[in-house]
């Protein structure tokens, strides 16, 4: 009788396994599947997340000012983020495009004139010598500097092709995150909720607190990368003025940019430090070399501070989440990183210390 019953367990217990496997193979299967059907969506919809949480709080107070109206509040914040990126993006564009017709005309015509190179360039580090034999070569007879270097000339066209190529890319799914950022700051209690949900599944009772955190992350790692960027851009543009550099704002623009998309300033600074010993004297020049390099570093200094402020993580956590996201997964991995090494920091903690802290019934949304 007694081994019957357990015969009868053991044979219950296999099948309950036999169908928790296939439950959770099915699953999983269907996850994989939907994954690879999105995965081309994935980083607009990440990047409409992004943006959503980081303009929220302007979102909230425009609703409040047009009477409660939060689609009308959200369609003028989309409507005006659009026309952020189509404006400029369509006049650096077109731009681009009306100078390299109008180069590759003068070429044809031999109306391109080169001015000779001033005799300081032989005295730039390394390069000097060879940048003024080919800068003198240029000036006297270009056509032919042209066909000397046509290996070089050529590869730089095909780079220039591409990187015009990705820029359009680049500016039409940030068009397509920021109509996706509209959508969510919509419902944005939805997907608070939403997202609570979910973080209860991951850490019981905690899900609101998992939600805010996300939310703090993304707002600190975007103000830490947007105010070292506005910091780096201002300062670089008034050492611009003060030597005397043509087009100033031209370049302010460009380390804007530079420093949003995470590409160090010094990648900009040298060569333009270098083009000063060009035509400002030697003692101005070296003031500004040493000023520049130093604006070129400051993020090093302000990133810590300014990454981690208004959340409950340890700075230490949102750095290195937010450095370790960039260099895995690109600009977008500054959230990402962050984001993920900050939740798995805070279940583990939670895990450790045996934390149990109930959400609030009314928790507002962030």
């Given amino acids: 009788m007694t081994s019957s019953a357990s015969d009868i367990e053991e044979r219950q217990f296999s099948r309950n396994m036999m169908t928790s496997f296939i439950q959770i193979a099915t699953l999983v299967i269907l996850v994989s599947a939907c994954l690879v059907i999105v995965g081309p969506f994935v980083a607009i919809i990440v990047w409409g997340i992004i943006l959503a949480v980081a303009v929220f709080p302007l979102h909230n107070k425009l609703t409040a000012v047009l009477g409660g109206r939060a689609k009308w509040s959200a369609t003028l914040i989309t409507l005006i983020g659009l026309a952020v990126v189509i404006v400029p993006g369509w006049l650096v564009i077109d731009s681009s495009l009306s100078t390299a017709h109008s180069l590759q005309a003068n070429i044809e015509d031999g109306g ?212 370790g996201g960039m260099i895995t997964l690109g600009v977008i991995g500054l959230f990402i990183g962050a984001v993920i090494l900050g939740i798995g920091y805070q279940v583990i903690s939670d895990w450790i210390w045996k934390r149990d802290l109930a959400p609030a019934a009314d928790e507002p949304v962030a």
Avoid: C
């Fill in 112 to 323: 391109l004139n080169i001015p000779p190179p001033n005799e300081n360039v032989k005295g730039w580090p390394v390069i000097g010598e060879k940048a003024w034999a080919v800068w003198s070569d240029a000036s006297e007879n270009l056509e032919a500097t042209l066909a000397k270097y046509e290996p070089q000339v050529k590869a730089l066209g095909e780079k220039a092709f591409h990187m015009a190529g990705g820029l359009v890319s680049g500016m039409l799914h940030f068009v397509a995150s920021v109509i996706i950022a509209g959508f969510f700051m919509m419902y944005a209690r939805q997907g608070y909720e939403t997202t609570s949900a979910i973080g209860d599944r991951i850490s019981p009772d905690r899900g609101s607190h998992m939600a805010d955190l996300m939310v703090s992350t993304i707002r600190s790692v975007t103000n830490g990368v947007l105010g070292v960027a506005a910091i780096q851009a201002g300062l670089a543009g008034i050492g611009f003025v003060a030597i005397g550099m043509p087009a100033p704002g031209v370049f302010t623009l460009v380390i804007l940019l530079t420093a949003i998309v995470q590409i160090p300033a010094a990648v900009i600074m040298i060569p333009l430090i270098i083009w000063t010993f060009s035509f400002a004297p030697v003692g101005s020049a070296t003031v500004f070399a040493v000023y520049a390099m130093v604006v070129a570093l400051s993020d090093n200094v302000l990133k810590p501070l300014l990454l981690g402020r208004g959340v409950d993580l340890p700075v230490l956590v949102v750095l290195l989440g937010a450095i």
